[in-house]
């Protein structure tokens, strides 16, 4: 394994495009241009990342972030991430949250689709929420496999604030995307062996408001601490090749929207569209 690792490392004649993740400004443009959309996805293909900047309209976002801010305690749904200040919640999926620009945005569709050479699903849609004073999470990747991976699933990242250092912004190790990594446990730590034989520093890019930072699943990354004093929320969705299947009962319930607003003939949701439900957020799975 750290033959194969020192391998796969970035080369010093490659060294370079590891230092710092792309950037891509769509300010103007509703739907990519085609070098745009080649340029996110070789970035994609060769570091494991890119970030597409004012993607989003920043309005959806800020809605988000006022329903966070009435939330009186995180519930946790997954208590292996609440580790070191890091948490997690679920979006609200009622009436009112739930807009195609953000779960379904077409550029964010058109770079992901391209990399993976796929008909998508969106499988999961969650929040992260780094807290005043959170620690260094363990470096980890968010799927584990034994054998080098090909692009099958990406995390997509829509930071409700502006994201740095300062706040805890995540570290990515890029080029590790297709390392392969036989490790075990609900964060699939990376083993202190391959971070050793890895011949790079992690990078940390700031990603401000309405820019999505797009990863690999296999790329090793870790939360680090939020040193200001308030907290760093971040939208978190991942989009599958439509082969990937996951476990029955984890369709996400949404209320007040149509399922036909947001599939096209490369993406579809897994999940489930209501026109009404008993609380104020259907926020949970079936």
């Not at 490392?9 to 739907?31: C, I, K």
């Not at 994609?44 to 004012?54: D, F, K, P, R, Y």
């Amino acid at each position: 394994m750290p033959d194969l690792i020192k391998h796969m490392a970035p080369q010093p004649d490659h060294a370079e495009r590891y230092n710092t993740v792309t950037r891509l400004d769509m300010t103007s443009e509703s739907v990519a241009f085609p070098a745009q959309i080649e340029a996110a996805v070789q970035s994609l293909s060769q570091t494991g990342a890119v970030i597409l900047e004012n993607v989003v309209p920043l309005h959806y976002l800020l809605q988000i972030r006022d329903w966070l801010a009435n939330v009186p305690m995180l519930s946790p749904c997954h208590p292996h991430v609440h580790a070191n200040g890091h948490m997690h919640t679920e979006p609200p999926t009622s009436a009112g949250y739930v807009w195609p620009a953000m779960l379904a945005n077409k550029t964010i569709i058109d770079v992901v689709h391209t990399y993976i050479g796929a008909k998508l699903r969106m499988n999961y849609y969650g929040m992260n929420v780094n807290m005043p004073g959170s620690t260094h999470q363990p470096a980890h990747v968010d799927f584990c496999s034994s054998s080098a991976s090909t692009a099958r699933e990406v995390v997509i990242n829509l930071p409700l604030v502006d994201t740095s250092a300062a706040n805890g912004a995540t570290e990515l190790w890029l080029g590790t995307h297709r390392a392969p990594l036989n490790a075990s446990g609900p964060l699939c730590k990376v083993p202190t062996e391959m971070l050793c034989e890895w011949n790079r520093e992690p990078v940390q890019p700031t990603v401000s408001m309405g820019s999505a930072l797009i990863r690999d699943i296999g790329l090793w990354h870790r939360g680090t601490p939020n040193h200001s004093e308030r907290s760093r929320p971040m939208l978190a969705l991942i989009y599958s090749a439509q082969s990937v299947r996951y476990p029955p009962g984890t369709a996400i319930r949404y209320q007040g929207a149509s399922r036909e607003d947001f599939v096209s003939d490369n993406f579809d949701m897994h999940a489930v569209f209501e026109r009404s439900c008993a609380n104020t957020s259907c926020a949970h799975h079936t």
